[in-house]
């Protein structure tokens, strides 16, 4: 069994407006909230669970691991709208569509 507050993510960022994925939130806090109770709802899924390299253990272990979207400790849902984002985001630099 893991002692969870061992493994929470801490930050010395500050607290203000980010950008995620076309969302924005009041904060880094908001933003993990948001998208850690996604990735909780995600994780009830059977089929999603069945992905190769999904990780035996419990759902708050997981949770406790991961960053979402950015980190999973499990496979990472929203790989494709990082995908997405990258190719827009590099498309912008040049001046075109991508």
């Not at 607290?15 to 904060?27: D, I």
């Not at 933003?31 to 759902?59: C, M, S, V």
Request: charged share 30%; glycine share 8%.
């Amino acid at each position: 069994m893991s002692n969870q507050s061992n493994l929470e993510f801490t930050t010395d960022k500050k607290s203000g407006p980010v950008e995620c994925l076309g969302q924005t939130f009041p904060s880094e806090e908001a933003r993990r909230a948001h998208y850690t109770e996604l990735l909780r709802e995600k994780l009830k899924d059977p089929e999603f669970r069945k992905i190769e390299g999904f990780p035996i253990g419990e759902d708050e272990d997981i949770l406790a691991l991961s960053d979402p979207p950015y980190y999973t400790a499990c496979p990472n849902p929203w790989i494709g709208e990082f995908i997405k984002q990258m190719i827009y985001d590099m498309a912008e630099m040049r001046g075109g569509e991508g």
